[in-house]
């Protein structure tokens, strides 16, 4: 029996001849251990040869680039002729020379880039960047029940699976308990204990997010409160039009704002029809930093700022700022401080200031994780933010250094 073993590291292979008497007392050993034993690193014949005994057998011819001590062995094995036979004390032998092993196959090359084939283009989808084929695949196949419900407002991913394994919730007249049973909002009915939940039968080509400027006397509710009688989402009625031009017979999806200012404060507020990013966003675990500018009555004393930054309780937890200090120091007005809070509790910045004794006359946010508010946007309007725009959202990083626009 005869195997062959090439090591091409190092340039040195051999032929080894297993002896019948070595198979007799290792019936379990094959030609492939032998060809296992024999594969270690040969620095040279003698380590060959050693290895070859190891395994009952014993080095015959050299194949390939073979070191200048074994090229003569490799020529005498030659010489024999294929198929001679060396036969000595009861040994099994081949006593040819072989060609050299056959070479590895090159290394396919990589595609270069803008060559080939196309590459597809990408869509942001609120934290993943889908291509059209994957977004057709969700459109036909429906989507999760637990994010479906996410997506209408009904509650928080968490909070919709609480209901599906509650079975409180139906499809088209029966009971589902599995949070991952798909559903297509456009054909299907979603009820929750009872009810067809509101906009089930909205269309959803893909999320959509914006950025608002929000007046005051406007609060931040699907339904108009004893407040006032009037919701931001009606600064979107346009929006609307828009969608029922281009998509006759559907119903406008849903808008959720991200977290709530309150009817006196204004600034940037973030919109989307993306349920499950804006609970995302607005949670807590995110901390996501919030950017305030107060302006007050009368310009911060030292002692009122350094009150703010010790924090005071709010809603029954003590809340502790990122950050205060008055604007007016690079040459603004003096009567400007800059808040950034993570809590995102009720009123919490208009706390701050009453427990150290600052008079608020304006509230503005400005800022939203690393996605700072424009200057130029004018107070009720509104722009779509871009792929890059909501990424920067969520972006710490960005955060840390001001944000950007």
Known sequence: MTAVVTTTRVGFSVVVARSARARAS????????????????????????????????????????????????????????????????GEDGFAGFLPNAP???????????????????????????KTPAARRRERDEG??????????GVASRRGADDLIFGGRVKVNGTTI??????????TDVVMVDGKVVEGGVSFVKEHTYFMLNKPKGFVCSARPGSESGKTVLDLFEQWREEFRSEYPGKLPPRLFTVGRLDVATTGLLLVTTDGDWSQRVSHPSSEVVKQYVVTANAKPTRAQ???????????????VPVRVEVAGADGGPKNRIIVEVVDGRNREVR????????????????????LRMPKELPLG?????????????????????GGTF
């Open 26 to 89: 290792h019936p379990s050993s094959s030609a492939a251990r032998a060809v296992t034993l024999a594969a270690a690193r040969f620095g040279s014949k003698a380590t060959a040869a050693a290895s070859a005994r190891a395994c009952g057998g014993r080095i015959i011819g050299t194949i390939g680039r073979a070191a200048s001590s074994s090229s003569r062995d490799a020529s005498t094995s030659a010489g024999r002729g294929v198929g001679a036979s060396s036969s000595s004390d």
């Open 103 to 129: 070479s590895a196959p090159p290394t396919p090359k990589r595609p270069q880039p803008g060559k080939g084939k196309r590459t597809p283009q990408l869509r942001f989808d609120g934290d993943t960047y």
């Open 143 to 152: 989507e999760r029940l637990n994010k479906a419900l996410a997506s209408l």
């Open 177 to 186: 308990t599995a949070p991952q049973t798909k559903v297509n909002l456009n």
């Open 305 to 319: 700022i350094v009150a703010m930054s010790k924090g005071t309780e709010v809603d029954g937890a003590h809340v």
């Open 351 to 370: 706390v701050l200031c009453e427990s150290a004794g600052v008079e608020v006359k304006n509230l503005k946010r400005t800022r939203v994780g690393g």
């Open 381 to 401: 309007k509104y722009v779509r933010l871009k792929p890059a725009q909501i990424a920067h959202v969520l972006d710490k990083g960005l955060a840390i250094n």
